[in-house]
């Protein structure tokens, strides 16, 4: 028995914005959420604002999304859209403008207070709904557009956290044209979230016959556009399937979350600042590997739906697309599965998990 709930109205191909323009329009008065460059170099700010204009919608355009966005900041933002009147949000960007967007929601209607501390959003719990929000994805990795999570960095315990309300699902337009000018880096580390998003919910132990299903397909179709990312030629339909894909990854682990691959890879970024993608990349092989042997069956679907033969394969894609930071210790990769060990999302690996397998995996794949 399984259920499935995924309430986005996606808006799906070429010009997905633009041929459904009265789908964006969630309200009488728009903040525009997007990151310092991400909005105007996809091209998907202008397709908005022209959007705005010619329904004449007033809107605020707060293009100040740092990657990996703080608690404080969404706390700085909630406060704008309040003060500008805010009655909806369009996000513009990858996981972290549209992540951003999310939480700017949450507090533009529930401002800290003595009952409502910044900390408290993490328990998902509002007294008032978050503003309503049109996401429109500019990478293809997160699948941000289609879960419940929203991810920020939390200075006061060194680490990212996630909360989610189902309140957050609500239209996304994706359209490959969006990701163009993408730096070929970045396509990459985001693809290899995808693929851990992918490869994480088919393996955890949340998956069902319906999420293995999306997360198959969804690595069928990425597998179309590994090719490519490889020698770094990608074409509009690769970036088209890679943006589905992405998605479809979000639409898996909006139903069975990820496994200790995110959780190890946080302290990459916040310590290091590693993107969130890369970080989680440079994971991926270790946990295959020990997936590969509880999980045989599964393991092999998911690599040949990739058009892969072994984890070995996965492993010399991986290290060929991704650049391996230095600068780790057995120490400093030890302190971290302190934390590490105690994330929730342990229980949902497919194999036992204990502090020294996870330092074992650190090692193995950064060292
Ligand atoms: P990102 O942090 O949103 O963006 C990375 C970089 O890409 C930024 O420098 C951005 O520039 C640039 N960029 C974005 N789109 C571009 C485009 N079309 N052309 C040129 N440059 C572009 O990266 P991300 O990997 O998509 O998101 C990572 C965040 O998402 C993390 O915080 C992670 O924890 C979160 N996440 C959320 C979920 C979820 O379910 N909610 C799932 C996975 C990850 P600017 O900053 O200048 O705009
Ligand atoms: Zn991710």
Redesign the pocket.
């Known amino acids: 028995m399984f259920t499935y709930y995924m309430p986005t109205k996606l808006y799906v191909g070429e010009d997905a914005l633009l041929k459904n323009e009265n789908a964006l329009i969630l309200g009488k008065r728009a903040m525009v959420v997007?990151?310092?460059?991400?909005?105007e170099?996809?091209g998907?700010l202008s397709d908005v604002l022209s959007i705005l204009k010619a329904k004449e919608i007033p809107y605020l355009v707060y293009?100040k999304?740092?990657?990996?966005?703080t608690l404080e900041a969404m706390v700085a933002g909630g406060t704008a859209a309040r003060k500008f009147g805010a009655d909806f949000l369009i996000g513009i960007?990858?996981?972290?403008?549209?992540?951003a967007a999310?939480a700017i929601g949450v507090f533009c209607q529930n401002p800290p207070s003595e009952t409502f501390a910044p900390e408290d959003v993490f328990t998902g719990v509002f007294a008032k709904k978050p503003l309503p929000m049109a996401a429109i994805?500019?990478?293809a990795?997160?699948?941000?557009e289609v879960?419940?999570?929203?991810?920020?960095?939390v200075r006061s315990i060194e680490n990212?956290k996630?909360f989610s309300t189902p309140e957050f699902y609500t239209a996304a337009f994706l359209d490959g044209r969006?990701?163009?000018?993408?730096?070929l880096q970045?396509a990459r580390?985001?693809a290899a979230?995808a693929m851990c998003?992918l490869l994480e919910g088919l393996t955890c132990r949340r998956a069902t016959d319906g999420t293995d299903y999306i997360a198959l397909e969804g690595l069928r179709v990425m597998g179309k556009a590994l090719p490519s990312l490889l020698k770094g030629t990608l074409t509009d339909k690769d970036r088209e399937h890679l943006l589905w894909a992405s998605c479809l990854g979000?639409m898996v682990?909006?139903q069975t979350a990820?496994t200790i691959v995110?959780s190890m890879g946080?302290p990459l970024?916040y310590h290091m600042d590693i993107?969130?993608?890369l970080a989680n990349g440079l994971l991926l092989s270790e946990y295959m590997r020990r997936t590969e042997g509880v999980l045989p069956e599964k393991t092999k679907a998911a690599l040949s739906a990739l058009g892969m033969e072994s984890v070995e394969a996965l492993s010399s894609f991986l290290q060929a697309i991704l650049p391996k930071p230095a600068g780790f210790t057995e120490a400093v990769l030890t302190g971290w599965t302190e934390k590490t060990i105690l994330a929730k999302n342990v229980a949902t690996c497919p194999f036992p998990v204990t502090r020294e397998d996870e330092a074992q995996m650190y090692f193995a794949s950064l060292l």
């Open positions: 997007t990151g310092k460059s991400s909005g170099k996809s998907a293009d999304i740092e990657n990996n966005p960007g990858g996981g972290s403008p549209l992540d999310k994805p500019t990478t990795g997160t699948g941000s879960t419940q999570y929203s991810i920020l960095t990212k996630s969006y990701t163009k000018n993408l730096p970045i580390n985001t979230d998003h979000g682990i909006a990820t995110h946080y970024t993107p969130h993608g």
